[in-house]
């Protein structure tokens, strides 16, 4: 899939498509119904490899990532995702349990925009994405 038109970075929530990644089905249903009744397209992937997978798919404009998932976790597979030259730039935001300094450390490394803790503080993550997105 070929994207040849740069979406602008100012339109209306509609025009920009969320991945949310986490393999708790009632956080990941909780945070999609939330992006989608503020506007927001949705897609979903339980897993990290599902994730790696669905990115290479549709190209979201921005991921929000859950970290500890069994198999290919949240940091290894925003690895996967910034090797994709059409992916490279796409903001990916934690969204785990974890507040430790060590996984913040670990995300940073690997190269996330964001990382919050759960459970989301919904204004917050609204403010995040906005920032990444670039919307006013």
């Known amino acids: 899939m070929e994207i040849s038109e740069e979406k602008p970075k100012n339109g209306p929530p509609d025009d920009f498509l969320v991945m949310v990644v986490d393999d708790f089905i009632d956080n990941l249903t909780l945070i999609s119904l ?3 009744r503020h506007g927001y397209r949705v897609v979903t992937a339980s897993d990290g490899e599902e ?3 669905v990115a ?3 190209y ?3 991921i929000l ?3 500890a998932m069994p198999d290919v976790d949240g940091l290894e597979a925003t690895r996967k995702i910034r090797q994709s030259e059409s992916l490279r730039t796409v903001p990916v935001v934690a969204i785990t349990a ?3 300094g060590g996984f913040q450390r670990a995300a940073h490394d690997v190269g996330f ?3 919050m803790t759960k459970p989301i503080n919904f204004d917050r993550l609204h ?3 906005r920032k990444l997105l670039r919307l006013s």
């Open 60 to 62: 979201p404009d921005i």
């Open 65 to 67: 990532m859950d970290l």
């Open 51 to 53: 994730a790696v997978r």
């Open 34 to 36: 939330d992006l989608q």
């Open 98 to 100: 974890f507040d430790t």
């Open 113 to 115: 925009d964001g990382y």
């Open 127 to 129: 403010d995040l994405i």
């Open 56 to 58: 290479n798919l549709t």
